[in-house]
C-alpha cells in the first residue's frame, strides 16, 4: 500500500515538471516572485516608460531578448546596457509615429538600429 502511494506521488511529481518543463521552453512559464531576468527586467522598464507591452519580453536564440510594441517586433541585445537601447528606442518610436508607415521590426542590436518595413 505504502509503495502504491509513493509510486503515484512520483508519478504526479514527473507529469508536473514534465509541463514546467515544456511551458520554461515556450516562454510560457512566469517567473516567481523575487526572481530576475533581464527579460523580466527590461519588460518592466518597457512598461514604466510607457510602451505598451501585451506579453513580457523574452529570449530568443539565448543573445536576443523579442518585445512586442504596438505590433513591431523590438529585438535587444542580450548582454549590453539596455538603457542605452531603452532611450534610442524612445526616440525611434516618436519618429515613426509620425510617419504613415508603421514597421514590422526594430532592432536594437546592432550599433545602428535597423528598422524594417
Known sequence: ????????????????????VKKYKKGELVLPLGT??????????????????PEPAKIVDGDTIEA???GIRVLF??????????L??????KEITMEKGKPKEIDLRFQKPIIRY
Do not use: C, R, W
Not at 530576475?36 to 507591452?53: D, Y
Not at 548582454?79 to 537601447?85: A, G, L, R, Y
Not at 534610442?88 to 518610436?93: F, H, M
Open 77 to 86: 541585445p542580450y548582454k549590453t546596457d539596455q538603457n542605452s537601447h531603452l
Open 1 to 20: 500500500m505504502k509503495k502504491t502511494v509513493a509510486i503515484i506521488i512520483f508519478l504526479v511529481a514527473l507529469i508536473i515538471v514534465g509541463i514546467a
Open 68 to 70: 512586442s510594441i504596438s
Open 88 to 93: 534610442a528606442l524612445q526616440i525611434i518610436y
Open 36 to 53: 530576475s531576468s533581464v527579460a523580466t527586467s527590461l519588460s518592466l522598464e518597457l512598461q514604466n516608460s510607457g510602451f505598451p507591452l
